[in-house]
């Protein structure tokens, strides 16, 4: 599959992107952006997912730093980088993560791929 943002080149990007968007962020949603990558894919779906999940999760968020926020999750899996991401989170102090459910959902999503449950997209 073609990325639609531009990749990062190596684990100091991913880190940037961790940091950018927050560790705590990463853990928690980058499952549910891996299950809704399709509708990423196009601009109209893309802004009607962000509309979605700000309404559902963050209505005291300003949509264009969840806009971000979620871009910073798509260029860690159009990079192929999901598992190292995640290892980041649960390795990240836990009083600078501030959310237990990061690390249990960063665990839960590891598991998840290594048992073949979840399909990563694997990308040139």
């Known amino acids: 599959m073609k990325p639609i943002l531009k990749k ?5 990007d991913m880190e ?7 560790a705590w962020f990463v853990g928690s949603f980058t499952m549910e ?8 894919q196009n601009q109209d779906t893309k802004d009607n997912f ?11 968020m300003e949509i264009h730093q969840l806009r971000n926020r979620i871009n910073c999750i ?3 899996i159009e990079s192929n980088m999901v ?3 995640m290892e980041y989170v649960l390795n ?25 449950q979840q399909k990563l997209i694997l990308f040139d």
């Open 92 to 116: 990240s102090n836990d009083e600078k993560i501030g959310c237990d459910e990061s690390k249990v959902n960063a665990q839960f999503l590891i598991d998840l791929i290594h048992s073949g």
């Open 50 to 60: 962000i509309f979605c999940f700000h309404n559902k999760y963050f209505e005291d």
């Open 74 to 76: 798509i260029r860690i």
């Open 8 to 12: 990062l080149y190596g684990y100091a």
């Open 33 to 40: 952006i891996l299950d809704n990558y399709d509708k990423l």
């Open 16 to 22: 940037q992107m961790i940091r950018s968007a927050g």
């Open 83 to 85: 598992e190292d991401a």
